[in-house]
C-alpha cells in the first residue's frame, strides 16, 4: 500500500525507508530533516517560479526558504512556471547556480529532481 502511494505520486513527492516500512517528504520540510543528501554540482542556471507580488521582496532579500527547510528550484522553466503560478500571477527567476557554487554555495537534488540551497542571494537572481 505505502509502495503504491510513492509509485503513484505524480511529483515523486515521497521516498521510501530501505526496508520499504515508512515514508517521507523527498523534500519541502518546515523543520531541519536529514534527507541524506549529498553535494551536487548543478547545472549553470537553475529557475525558480513565484508570484509577481512577490518580486520587490526577492529583488532586496533573495530567495529565502520561508517557512520550508530550503529553498526550491528547478532544472527547468516549465516546471518553475507552473509552480509560480500556484502563488498568482507567475514569474520566473533565473538562478546563476554554477556561479553560487563556484562561490562556495551549496546545492542539494532531491531524488524527484528539485534542486534545493539553504538560500540564494540578490546578486545571483536574474530577472
Not at 503504491?4 to 530533516?33: M, P, W, Y
Not at 518580486?55 to 517557512?67: D, F, R, V
Request: proline content about 4%; glycine content about 6%; aromatic content about 6%.
Amino acid at each position: 500500500m505505502i509502495s503504491e502511494v510513492v509509485r503513484n505520486n505524480d511529483k515523486k513527492r515521497f521516498t521510501l525507508s530501505d526496508d520499504k516500512r515508512k515514508i517521507r517528504a523527498a523534500q519541502g520540510h518546515s523543520i531541519n530533516i536529514d534527507l541524506g543528501l549529498k553535494p551536487s554540482a548543478p547545472p549553470d542556471m537553475l529557475y525558480h517560479g513565484t508570484a509577481s507580488k512577490n518580486l520587490n521582496a526577492i529583488a532586496q532579500l533573495g530567495l529565502l526558504p520561508m517557512s520550508r527547510d530550503m529553498v526550491h528550484l528547478s532544472s527547468d522553466e516549465e516546471t518553475a512556471l507552473k509552480v509560480g503560478s500556484r502563488h498568482g500571477k507567475p514569474i520566473i527567476i533565473r538562478v546563476a547556480a554554477a556561479q553560487m557554487a563556484q562561490d562556495g554555495h551549496e546545492f542539494f537534488r532531491a531524488e524527484n529532481g528539485v534542486w534545493l540551497a539553504k538560500q540564494v542571494e540578490a546578486k545571483y537572481l536574474r530577472f
